[in-house]
């Protein structure tokens, strides 16, 4: 009988660890929502700042990111001007708390500063984003906008390929 009772709960421990460890593992790395083909590589987080730097496997700069907002608060987007730049378009845009947006980059590189509720906030602790780094986009479609600025992780993706990119994997 005792020896029973501690073959039980071995068993419970070990099925509560895992339901624990699991779900935490998950979500340390983020890719568990991504879609196939969308790569956690193109960018990287510095003084708050998410700096989209395409990797890609061809020659083509143009690539596509998916951002996805993690936070309880609506994150706002803006370029952050490089102090070389005299211009240079402000790319701005709102996704909601869960929603996830569609971003075309046709450029070597570009600073985008995070802010909720009007206080600039940490992008890292905000967003999770892959890029389609085998993405191809036609001639017609290239250029640096928003595809879908707020909406689900289908309509994302479904803007993308409504849009005429090829969204390889």
Same mark, same amino acid.
């Given at each position: 009988? #005792?020896?029973?009772?501690?073959?039980? &709960?071995?068993? &419970?421990?070990?099925?509560?660890?895992?339901?624990?460890?699991?779900?935490?593992?998950?979500?340390?790395?983020?890719?568990?929502? +991504?879609?196939?083909?969308?790569?956690?590589?193109? /960018?990287?987080?510095?003084?708050? &700042?998410?700096? &989209?730097k395409p990797d890609s496997e061809t020659?083509?700069?143009?690539?596509?990111?998916?951002?996805?907002?993690?936070?309880?608060?609506?994150?706002?987007?803006?370029?952050?001007?490089?102090?070389? @730049?005299?211009?240079?378009?402000? /790319?701005? *845009?709102?996704?909601?708390?869960?929603?996830? $947006? %569609?971003? %075309?980059?046709? @450029?070597? +590189?570009?600073?985008?500063?995070?802010?909720? #509720?009007?206080?600039?906030?940490?992008?890292? *602790?905000?967003?999770?984003?892959?890029?389609? #780094?085998?993405?191809?986009?036609?001639?017609?479609? @290239?250029? !640096?906008?928003?595809?879908?600025?707020?909406? !689900?992780?289908? @309509? $994302?993706?479904?803007? $993308?390929?409504?849009?005429?990119?090829?969204?390889?994997?």
């Amino acid at each position: 009988m #005792n020896f029973m009772r501690v073959y039980y &709960l071995k068993i &419970l421990f070990f099925c509560l660890i895992s339901t624990w460890i699991s779900p935490s593992i998950a979500a340390k790395t983020g890719e568990q929502h +991504f879609p196939s083909g969308c790569r956690m590589v193109g /960018y990287e987080f510095k003084n708050n &700042l998410l700096l &989209l730097k395409p990797d890609s496997e061809t020659e083509e700069v143009s690539t596509l990111y998916l951002i996805h907002n993690i936070s309880p608060d609506a994150i706002s987007f803006a370029v952050e001007k490089l102090p070389t @730049q005299s211009f240079s378009p402000s /790319y701005k *845009n709102t996704i909601n708390p869960n929603h996830w $947006a %569609a971003f %075309a980059l046709n @450029q070597p +590189f570009l600073q985008l500063k995070c802010h909720a #509720n009007g206080i600039s906030v940490n992008c890292e *602790n905000v967003i999770n984003l892959c890029q389609y #780094n085998r993405a191809k986009f036609a001639e017609h479609n @290239q250029g !640096t906008y928003w595809i879908l600025k707020n909406g !689900t992780r289908y @309509q $994302a993706i479904r803007g $993308a390929i409504d849009n005429g990119i090829l969204l390889r994997w």
